[in-house]
């Protein structure tokens, strides 16, 4: 091969390498974490049961190149998920979801307290320059109207505060349906959880498009 041959040759090479280079990038997969408490975890659930796995799945049969890693603690509450925030969300995270609060409104903790330990959770986040989805939870009726009055707004207020997505209620088409939750009436089962992602999957899916947005 001629010099001019082989030069010509590299210069196509390289081309054709470097215009693959994005396409290279935009086949990374996202990296998102689920961070929250038995709702998240897949309390008496397989793993291929949870919510981070049945969104993983639903995710990637619907062409979204995504991993979900399942950071959700059973029994965590918002003071539990702030001592661990840090540590539980590697670095090279493209995104969380947050859902925390339920085990703060069923022990009855003050509503200002779980407020301020989430604020401490997304400022936290901010810092990283990770972008959250939260997911909200409602107060439970046997704590009354005064705390759920005080309890269930912590969430909006916290989304417009950081000005990230929200959906409002993550058990929303699961509670107090016998056949969607385990036997203890709290927690869903497999079922249920394929409800939540089924509800849930859209504004996942726009919260990604958001990030593969920033990402260019």
Same mark, same amino acid.
């Given at each position: 091969m001629s010099f001019k041959a082989s030069?010509?040759?590299? =210069?196509?090479?390289?081309?054709?390498?470097?215009?693959?280079l994005p396409a290279a990038a935009q086949d990374k997969a996202i990296q998102l974490v689920g961070?929250? $408490?038995?709702l998240m975890a897949g309390y008496q659930l397989a793993?291929?049961?949870?919510?981070?796995?049945q969104l993983e799945a639903?995710?990637?049969?619907?062409?979204q190149n995504v991993v979900v890693t399942n950071a959700g603690v059973s029994g965590d509450t918002t003071a539990g998920g702030l001592s661990r925030i840090d540590w539980s969300v590697p670095d090279g995270t493209d995104g969380v979801i947050l859902e925390l609060g339920a085990n703060d409104a069923l022990r009855g903790i003050?509503?200002? !307290?779980?407020?301020?330990?989430? $604020?401490? =959770?997304?400022?936290?986040?901010?810092?990283?320059? =990770?972008?959250?989805?939260l997911v909200g939870i409602l107060a439970p009726p046997n704590m009354g109207g005064d705390y759920a009055e005080k309890f269930n707004p912590i969430y909006?207020?916290?989304?417009?505060?950081?000005?990230?997505?929200?959906?409002?209620?993550f058990l929303d088409g699961v509670a107090t349906i016998s056949s969607l939750q385990l036997s203890d009436g709290m927690h869903p089962?497999?079922?249920?959880?394929?409800?939540?992602?089924?509800?849930? =999957? !859209?504004?996942?899916?726009?919260?990604l498009g958001a990030i593969k947005d920033k990402g260019k």
């Open positions: 030069l010509l040759h590299f =210069i196509v090479m390289s081309a054709l390498a470097l215009a693959a961070f929250g $408490d038995s793993p291929s049961e949870s919510y981070t796995a639903a995710l990637k049969a619907s062409g003050s509503p200002e !307290q779980s407020e301020k330990n989430l $604020d401490a =959770i997304l400022a936290r986040l901010k810092e990283r320059k =990770i972008p959250v989805f909006k207020r916290l989304a417009e505060k950081y000005v990230v997505p929200l959906y409002p209620f089962n497999a079922k249920g959880v394929a409800v939540m992602v089924e509800k849930t =999957i !859209q504004p996942v899916k726009s919260f």
